[in-house]
C-alpha cells in the first residue's frame, strides 16, 4: 500500500510570511519543485527534499 504525503508549501509558507523562492534558498530545494509542489502540479517528491539535512 502505497502512502500519501499531502504538502502544503504555499500554506506554510504564507503562514511564515516568506516566499517559496525564499523557501527555497532556505531549504536548498529547487524553486521550481518548490512551485510546482505548491501549485499541486507536481505528484512525486524526493524523501530527500523532506529529510532534515545537517549542512
Same mark, same amino acid.
Given at each position: 500500500?502505497? !502512502? !500519501?504525503? =499531502?504538502? !502544503?508549501?504555499?500554506?506554510?509558507?504564507? =503562514?511564515?510570511?516568506?516566499?517559496? =523562492? $525564499?523557501?527555497?534558498?532556505?531549504?536548498?530545494?529547487?524553486? /521550481?519543485?518548490?512551485?510546482?509542489? /505548491?501549485?499541486? !502540479?507536481?505528484?512525486?517528491? $524526493?524523501?530527500?527534499?523532506? $529529510?532534515?539535512?545537517?549542512?
Amino acid at each position: 500500500m502505497a !502512502k !500519501k504525503v =499531502r504538502v !502544503k508549501i504555499g500554506e506554510l509558507a504564507n =503562514r511564515h510570511n516568506i516566499s517559496v =523562492r $525564499e523557501l527555497s534558498r532556505l531549504s536548498d530545494v529547487r524553486h /521550481a519543485a518548490l512551485s510546482e509542489l /505548491a501549485n499541486q !502540479k507536481r505528484t512525486r517528491i $524526493e524523501f530527500s527534499h523532506i $529529510e532534515r539535512s545537517e549542512h
